[in-house]
Antibody, heavy 122, light 111 residues
Framework: QVQLQESGPRLVKPSETLSLTCTVSGGSFTSSTFYWGWTRQPPGKGLEWIATIRNSGTTYYNPSLKSRVTISIDTSKDQFSLKLSSVTAADTAVYYC??????????????WGKGTTVTVSS | QSVLTQPPSASGTPGQRVTISCSGSSSNIGSDAVSWYQQLPGTAPKLLIHSNDQRPSGVPDRFSGSKSGTSASLAISGLQSEDDADYYCAAWDDSLNGHFVFGSGTKVTVL
C-alpha cells in the first residue's frame, strides 16, 4: 500500500524559500503510470494545485506560481521535492503531496499525504 | 478565483439526495476526465470519483458522478451524517502547457 509523507520546516521567514520533501513508500515510484505533485490549502480556503513532475523529469506548474516554484524528483531515494521562493504570508497553508494517475485524457490524485502546515512569519 | 465553478454550499437531511455541479470549459472538463474529492474537517482530501463516474474501491455506491460537455456533477444519495464535508471537482487543463485545476469547493451540510 503506497504511502506519502511530507517533511520540511514548519516556519519560514518572509522573502525566504520554502522547501518540502515527499517520501514515497510501498512501491509504484518508478511506474510511468504515475506522476507526483503538490497541492496546498490556505487556512479556511480551497485546494490549489502547485506543480507535478513525471519520473522522466518533465514538469508542469500552476501558471500563477510558476515564476517561484521548482519541483524535482530523486528516484534513487523515492522522493520528490518542492521549492517556493520569495514567500509571503499568502503562502501560509497546508501543503499536501500526492500521487497522480495519468492516462489518456485521465488525470487524478489517488493517494495523498497527510499534509504539513507551513507558516510564513518573521 | 478557481477555474472550475461550484456552488459554495449544499445541504440535505439524512436519506435525501444532494447534487453538486461543477462548471468548466473546453480546455479542462470539455477535454479531460473529471475527478471528485471529499475532504473531512482537518484531514487530507480523499479521491471519491475518477474518470467522470468511476468509484475507487471502498467508496460507497451512494456517491455517483457524471459529465456532459463542459460540466460535471456529483450526486450523493441516501445522505448520511458522515457525508458532512467539503467536496472538490478537478480536471487537467490543456491550456498553458497543461496544468491541474480544482473547483472552488462545496460545503455539504447534513441537517
Amino acid at each position: 500500500q503506497v504511502q506519502l509523507q511530507e517533511s520540511g520546516p514548519r516556519l519560514v521567514k518572509p522573502s525566504e524559500t520554502l522547501s518540502l520533501t515527499c517520501t514515497v513508500s510501498g512501491g509504484s515510484f518508478t511506474s510511468s503510470t504515475f506522476y507526483w505533485g503538490w497541492t496546498r490549502q490556505p487556512p479556511g480556503k480551497g485546494l490549489e494545485w502547485i506543480a507535478t513532475i513525471r519520473n522522466s523529469g518533465t514538469t508542469y506548474y500552476n501558471p500563477s506560481l510558476k515564476s517561484r516554484v521548482t519541483i524535482s524528483i530523486d528516484t534513487s531515494k523515492d522522493q520528490f521535492s518542492l521549492k517556493l521562493s520569495s514567500v509571503t504570508a499568502a503562502d501560509t497553508a497546508v501543503y499536501y503531496c500526492a500521487r497522480e494517475f495519468s492516462g489518456r485524457h485521465i488525470h487524478h490524485m489517488d493517494v495523498w499525504g497527510k499534509g504539513t502546515t507551513v507558516t510564513v512569519s518573521s | 478565483q478557481s477555474v472550475l465553478t461550484q456552488p459554495p454550499s449544499a445541504s440535505g437531511t439524512p436519506g435525501q439526495r444532494v447534487t453538486i455541479s461543477c462548471s468548466g470549459s473546453s480546455s479542462n472538463i470539455g477535454s479531460d476526465a473529471v475527478s471528485w474529492y471529499q475532504q473531512l474537517p482537518g484531514t487530507a482530501p480523499k479521491l471519491l470519483i475518477h474518470s467522470n463516474d468511476q468509484r475507487p474501491s471502498g467508496v460507497p455506491d451512494r456517491f455517483s458522478g457524471s459529465k456532459s460537455g463542459t460540466s460535471a456533477s456529483l450526486a450523493i444519495s441516501g445522505l448520511q451524517s458522515e457525508d458532512d464535508a467539503d467536496y472538490y471537482c478537478a480536471a487537467w487543463d490543456d491550456s498553458l502547457n497543461g496544468h491541474f485545476v480544482f473547483g472552488s469547493g462545496t460545503k455539504v451540510t447534513v441537517l
